[in-house]
């Protein structure tokens, strides 16, 4: 083998037929609500930890759909719990359960 | 797939192509990468077709990779194609053919910009004439050197003395093409095929008996993207575009790549081979590299030529197999020779798997 | 002069023409629909079933049909050559002698559905399981069954928005506004064939401007499973076991994305029919930049043309549902009548 | 006398007794052992005081007479009652008369219990009348309540229970036993006053009854022996089934006068809790998510159950609104609240990583009030800005700690028992809190408030928004004019059972305005179901409860709810039922300022 001094970047494309989806599943059976998220933004604009972090439940919702489990585990730990997220999301998903789940499931 | 739909885009984009009276312009890089490629080319058009093609040494650079990488301003950029167009105007020729697939795509860009905006194209002149004192004629016709080769594919065929054919299994030789983005990405009017089903190369691998192998990342870069490959930074880039390429032909299992770009060869050839030093993958047969050819060596070769006259063998992945699939006659023993028997120095092997 | 001796030629016997010629009839008017096809009924004939109540689209053509009554002719396969005016407009059928004179025209010549090769990228008439909703809709009607082309069931299907909508590459600048509602619409109805399958769309925006199509798209989420992803398709390629690799950006994520699906079903947009195009620039009514036939005014009186007495319905001034069509043609059938009245006296 | 009496059937009794009480007390001493040493010592400490004579006062006033259960249901109290206090006097009675009568301080302890069987002739004894007629009046007495039970087995609702607990196994055994005790004393009893006659009005009539129909004689040891053999029966299931509960409950009455307290850990304080339960199934009715959604299990005395058997609890334990309307309803006093949230706290992921390290301190500043508004009121800005007017008005000096939003409290996290989580934004806000010194901390939203109370130490007046405008009316800091409204007020949980804060939002309402009473109030005011206690309900759910809440608090027709938590706000609003205003937003727009006319509310949206 020879060190050229470079190596391959890594793809950044979701391959999506080759990511681990099943947590999408497990979520999916244990809070139905979050199939019915329209990727608004609400959730993550309005959210206590956002003012802190780059936490977006929104983008870990759908990065856990497409299977792009890296820093879920950390994200979904800085969520403080508060519930804002929970009282403006125009279609009600139970936003707080998802993180309940999460934290159970990927642990 | 439906072929059928593909041959009425292929319709769509049929291109005016001069038949004689070629002013050839050569490429920066591929003299030093594929060595015999221009050569041969000369040699198909004069010797075989009996085409008259002028080919000069006053010609410069076009600085098209000056220019893709930001360090060439484009007036600049713009009075040095003003004065390839007065050399050939000088000669007395009309037919621009270009070499490199980078300098056709730079020369249309600039056609196109002259003919949307005809002030510049007077203030070209007017640099030229300051500079140098030469005036030009805009070509009456601009075609990629492939393009020549695609024209006269029949006519190859004609005068071949082998055909894209497996001799032991009577089966087609599978190629995949690549073509130069800057070919038809840019102005797919101006390529033949256009951009997203282009044909030049196409036409000519059905044309010689062999068959056209589609794979999904058929349009995706070979990595080459000037600053991508020219930053030693940004090199792992270009290495996993070409990877990327690499793994979607992969199960087509491909025989033979076939391009018409000055990069495109040389990163899906040399890639290859730093692949595999890397990591130990191959992504040919029994181990063994993708032979990567120019579609002059593949003419070359189809007409007979010697493969150690087209260079073949300053290839990182060695051709052989491929030759010998098809029965094409060589002296293995003349490999590394050059004119007169000249010693030419080997190749130090890759370590783990035998390339060359 | 009274209504029943006046005259009125309805060119385009889609559902705006219809409707509008069951008005004019209802009122006493003599009504001629000039229709090009060998049968009247526009694009609801080759439609199963229409959102968001999943009504039946013959159902529909049936009630809209059974308005017309004895004073209207309906001559099929005409196509307009000429129209000329002299007080009353006379208007010239290509291969037939007939003249037909009319005191009013009212121009409801629809929409075409964008042609998918153009997007040449996307693999349409390439590909072997690349389809339109057009297409899809004729598999509903006709009860066909959706295989793939080696007969096997399919797994997954993408819905590709916006084809030839809002794409200024295809020459198309504005939004189709149905299609939206439509992908949601034939998700469902795959789904209800097909449980199994995986049901994909991949949009820009998803524009549910009707009462109850919001609903619909909630219930393809929370009933169907129906899965949205929010990327524009930059180009499609056909995988060696003929499945579709679809790339696009996966914008919600950030990220470049591809997935393998075994049918792609593309969007495709409403233009300006062939017809629209021709009867604009052989009455010299206005076009606009899209291509639609432009009234006097899009507020308020929308269904009138700069040409005194050609009135126009439907979807040859812009893209609109069922209702809404409708609506429009009632509209026209006032008008016409005040038009007239004003001539009468 | 002489002989000891015995005969064989007094063995099942017996060993029924012996077994109980070594397995019951092997339990307690096993219990005991792992207590913390702390609760240990408030024992030890506790023992030889007072505290030990209320201890018992009180077990006479729950544990027999079962007062409290009497204020929730007289019934259900009486049914309780009889058991306990009649049984408990049926022993201690038929003792004393069989000390009497031997007039020997050593009884063998079966004597008593089948002294009809070993004497027939009490004459001589002293007040032998007296003696029979009571021990059959108090067998009578046992009896009607037994009869009760019944019907509150086959038809609960006569008993004014919509629901009722279930029976499971090892229950059912020890329920039947106790159903056979009585009625087989009765026959018993009376079966031996047919031979010899010595029974009271019940005993000798009901023998008297029984001779004319049966051969007596023949009977009497066999009726003997079912008697001891149901009583054998119950006092060996006892231990195993809720009847545990008898003496747990004496156990946690004298522990509770100790100074035990819940703790936040599932621990053997709450396991006593647990086992006094007695399943009376007064809580059952009282949960809103049993009563409207018939989410049966949820009620404490099915969740403990679950608990008990070991069976998977997880989803009763987060399935609950924590609105304390078991815990403010039940007759033993069990902390339902803090056992449920024990459980979730069981069911989490123990994380003993630096949590939030992104929270970093925040700006500090003294005044004489600090503001927390609460991620909610953030939601509600009218609140927010109502606030601000009225602490403007006060012309006392504040500060808005959380005005460009701030950390949570922590209580939803404490809700959800991830106590470490939570611990960390208590201690980044005490930090802040600390530094800003106030006089007086005033909070909008009740669920904060809850938490500074329970998890901060806060060396300042610590109140809810409505305490405040109390405090600031009374002192004369602000003057309020009459609104004109009718109103009707909604307590808030966590404000009201959650901190006991009743009165002062309704002093500060009937300056204001017209208010209404409604059906279930202070106490027993209805969740409004916006809970962050709960995390499963989904939304159809929680407006289903919403819905029910907003039918009871709307009888009246009023012209506006109010609450006074921007939750509770939040939550009843989302039904566009009627104008839902904090009491902060009634106090803003009807101060009396000086030189500036007051703002009136206004309108209503809704008319209804």
């Known amino acids: ?107 | ?356 | ?345 | 006398m002489g002989a000891i009496a015995f005969h064989p059937f007094v063995l099942p009794f017996s060993i029924g007794v012996v077994f109980m009480l070594t397995a019951l007390i092997s339990r307690f001493i096993l219990w005991k052992k792992k207590l913390p040493f702390a609760d240990n010592e408030k024992i030890r400490n506790g023992f030889f005081t007072v505290k030990t004579l209320y201890a018992l006062k009180e077990v006479f006033r729950e544990s027999l007479l079962h007062r409290r259960m009497h204020r929730v249901n007289p019934l259900l109290g009486y049914m309780h009652m009889t058991f306990a206090f009649g049984w408990f006097l049926l022993i201690l009675i038929g003792n004393i008369e069989s000390r009497l009568y031997s007039g020997s301080e050593f009884n063998l302890p079966y004597y008593p219990i089948f002294f009809q069987y070993f004497v027939h002739d009490k004459t001589g004894m002293p007040l032998e009348k007296v003696f029979t007629y009571l021990m059959d009046m108090l067998l009578l007495f046992v009896l009607s309540g037994l009869a009760l039970a019944l019907i509150k087995r086959t038809n609960s609702r006569l008993l004014g229970l919509k629901r009722t607990t279930n029976i499971h196994k090892g229950d059912r055994i020890a329920l039947f036993a106790l159903w056979l005790i009585f009625p087989f004393r009765l026959i018993a009893e009376s079966i031996t006053s047919g031979v010899y006659h010595q029974g009271g009005f019940l005993t000798d009539t009901f023998g008297k009854f029984i001779d004319e129909l049966l051969p007596v004689d023949q009977l009497v040891v066999p009726a003997w022996w079912a008697y001891s053999i149901v009583l054998g029966v119950f006092f060996v299931s006892l231990p195993f089934s809720r009847y545990l509960h008898i003496p747990a409950e004496i156990v946690l009455i004298f522990l509770r006068h100790y100074g035990l307290k819940p703790s936040k850990k599932f621990d053997h304080f709450s396991q006593m809790e647990l086992f006094s339960c007695p399943r009376c199934g007064v809580c059952i009715d009282k949960c809103q998510l049993a009563s409207e959604l018939n989410m049966e299990q949820i009620p404490p005395g099915h969740f403990f159950h679950s608990i008990r058997d070991h069976r998977d609890d997880k989803e009763q334990a987060f399935n609950c609104l924590l609105c304390g309307r078991c815990e403010e309803i039940c007759p033993v006093g069990i902390n339902t609240l803090d056992i449920r949230v024990q459980r979730r706290h069981e069911f989490q992921v123990q994380d003993n990583k630096i949590q939030f390290p992104y929270l970093v301190d925040g700006k500090a500043q003294h005044a004489e009030i600090l503001y927390f508004a609460g991620c909610m009121t953030h939601l509600t800005p009218g609140i927010k800005s109502s606030m601000i007017r009225i602490f403007e008005a006060t012309g006392l000096s504040y500060y808005f700690m959380d005005e460009q939003g701030g950390a949570c409290c922590g209580r939803p996290m404490q809700m959800a028992g991830r106590f470490n989580e939570a611990k960390a934004m208590v201690e980044h806000n005490q930090n802040i809190i600390d530094r800003c010194r106030p006089v007086i901390m005033v909070t909008s939203c009740p669920i904060c408030l809850k938490s500074f109370k329970e998890e901060y130490i806060i060396n300042a007046q610590l109140m809810h928004h409505s305490e405040f405008i109390n405090l600031m009316m009374e002192k004369n800091k602000i003057n309020l004019k009459h609104s004109g409204l009718r109103v009707s007020y909604h307590d808030p949980c966590e404000l009201g059972r959650g901190l006991k804060v009743y009165n002062e939002p309704r002093k500060v309402l009937h300056q204001l305005s017209d208010l209404q009473p409604v059906q279930l109030e202070a106490h027993f005011s209805l969740c409004c179901a916006g809970s962050l206690g709960n995390t499963v309900l989904t939304n159809p759910q929680r407006n289903e409860l919403a819905n029910r809440t907003l039918d009871m608090l709307l009888e009246n027709d009023p012209d506006a709810l109010v609450t006074a938590c921007p939750l509770c706000k939040k939550t009843l609003a989302g039904s566009n039922r009627c104008e839902v205003i904090d009491i902060a937003e009634l106090v803003a727009a009807n101060l009396i300022l000086k030189g500036e006319p007051s703002r009136v509310l206004r309108t209503p949206m809704y008319s209804h």
Not at chain 1, 39 to 67: D, E
Not at chain 2, 168 to 178: L, M, Q, R, S, Y
Not at chain 3, 139 to 153: A, D, T
């Open chain 3, 1 to 345: 002069m009274t209504r029943e001796s006046q005259t009125i030629a309805v060119i385009g016997g889609g559902p705006a023409g219809l409707e509008a010629s069951a008005k004019l009839t209802g009122l006493g008017y003599n009504v001629f629909i000039l229709e090009k096809n060998t049968e009247v009924g526009g694009h609801l004939l080759d439609w199963d079933r229409l959102f968001p109540d999943q009504q039946n689209a013959s159902e529909v053509l049936d009630a809209i049909k059974a308005g017309l009554n004895e004073n209207t002719q309906i001559l099929t396969g005409a196509e307009v050559v000429e129209i000329s005016e002299n007080h009353r407009f006379d208007i010239k059928l290509a291969g037939s002698p007939q003249k037909i004179t009319a005191d009013a025209i009212l121009v409801a010549t629809g929409f075409d559905v964008f042609d998918a090769r153009k997007k040449e990228e996307y693999g349409y008439g390439i590909y072997d399981h690349v389809i339109t909703s057009a297409e899809l809709e004729t598999y509903f009607k006709n009860k066909k069954e959706i295989l793939k082309r080696n007969g096997s069931p399919v797994k997954r299907i993408a819905f590709i928005h916006c084809v030839g909508s809002r794409d200024e590459k295809a020459g198309v600048r504005h939004c189709s506004r149905v299609c939206c509602v439509t992908a949601v619409k034939q998700a469902i109805e795959v789904k209800e064939l097909y449980p199994d399958v995986e049901v994909y769309l991949f949009y820009m925006d998803l524009r549910m401007f009707g009462l109850g199509y919001e609903e619909l798209y909630k219930e393809a989420q929370e009933i169907y499973n129906i899965r949205f992803i929010r990327g524009r398709l930059s180009e499609s390629f056909e995988n060696q076991d003929g499945t579709i690799m679809v790339k696009v950006e996966d914008t919600l994520a950030g990220k470049p994305m591809r997935i393998n699906v075994d049918l792609m079903v593309l969007m495709v947009g409403i233009l300006a029919s062939s017809g629209t195009s021709e009867m604009g620039s052989k009455m010299g009514i206005g076009i606009n930049s899209n291509g639609f036939l432009k009234p006097v005014n899009s507020h308020f009186s929308s269904q009138i043309s700069n040409r005194a007495g050609v009135f126009l319905a439907g979807t040859c001034k812009s893209p609109k549902n069922i209702e809404e069509t409708l609506s429009d043609a009632r509209a026209a059938a006032v008008l016409i009548d005040n038009y007239l009245k004003a001539k009468i006296t």
């Open chain 2, 1 to 356: 797939m439906n072929v059928e739909g593909k041959k009425l885009i292929w319709q769509d984009y049929q291109k005016e192509i001069a038949d004689n009276n070629y002013y050839y312009v050569r490429s920066c890089v591929r003299q030093t990468f594929f060595p015999g490629s221009e050569t041969a080319f000369l040699r198909i058009l004069k010797t075989e077709l009996n085409k008259d093609v002028c080919d000069q040494s006053i010609h410069t650079s076009c600085t098209g990779i000056g220019y893709h990488s930001d360090v060439v301003p484009i007036e600049t950029t713009m009075t040095v194609v003003a004065r390839q167009f007065a050399l050939m105007t000088e000669a007395g020729y009309k037919n621009f053919v270009p070499s490199c697939i980078t300098s056709f795509g730079l020369y249309t860009e600039v056609l196109e910009t002259w003919h949307h905006f005809p002030e510049l194209e007077a203030r070209i002149r007017e640099n030229l004439r300051k500079a140098t004192g030469r005036e030009f004629e805009k070509p009456d016709n601009l075609a990629h050197a492939s393009d020549v080769i695609f024209k006269f594919r029949k006519e190859i065929a004609a005068k071949s003395k082998y055909r894209l054919i497996n001799k032991n299994t009577g089966e087609p030789i599978k190629v995949v093409d690549h073509i130069g983005c800057h070919y038809s990405k840019m102005f797919p009017g101006k390529g033949i095929g256009g951009a997203e089903y282009p044909y030049v190369l196409a036409g000519m691998i059905e044309e010689w008996g062999g068959e056209v192998i589609d794979y999904p990342e058929r349009r995706h870069c070979c990595g080459f993207g000037f600053r991508q490959y020219l930053v030693k930074q940004n090199r792992g880039y270009s290495l996993a575009c070409s990877r990327k390429k690499f793994e979607s032909m992969e199960p087509y299992e491909p025989e033979l790549i076939l391009t018409n770009c000055p990069g495109c060869p040389m990163f899906l050839d040399r890639w290859q081979y730093a692949i595999n030093e890397m990591e130990g993958k191959s992504y040919g047969k029994n181990g063994q590299g993708i032979p990567v050819m120019t579609y002059e060596e593949l003419a070359g070769l189809m007409l007979g030529y010697d493969p150690w006259d087209l260079g073949l063998q300053v290839h990182q992945v060695g051709c052989e197999s491929l030759l010998d699939k098809i029965g094409i006659e060589y002296d293995p023993d003349k490999k590394y020779k050059g004119l007169e028997d000249k010693e030419l120095g080997k190749p130090k092997t890759p370590s783990n798997i035998l390339f060359v």
């Open chain 1, 1 to 107: 083998m020879i060190n050229f001094g470079y190596t391959s970047n890594k793809d950044r494309q979701i391959v999506f037929d080759e990511n681990d989806r099943s947590v999408y599943q497990i979520l999916q059976s244990k809070e139905p609500s979050v199939d019915i998220c329209i990727q608004c933004g609400t959730c993550s604009s309005t959210c206590t930890t956002g003012q802190f972090t780059q936490f977006s439940l929104r983008q870990i919702i759908v990065n856990i759909h497409r299977g792009e489990m890296d820093f879920i585990n950390e994200d979904i730990r800085k969520c403080m719990f508060c519930g804002k997220c929970q009282l403006v999301c125009p279609r009600s998903v139970n936003t707080r359960n998802i993180i309940q789940v999460l934290i159970t499931i990927l642990n």
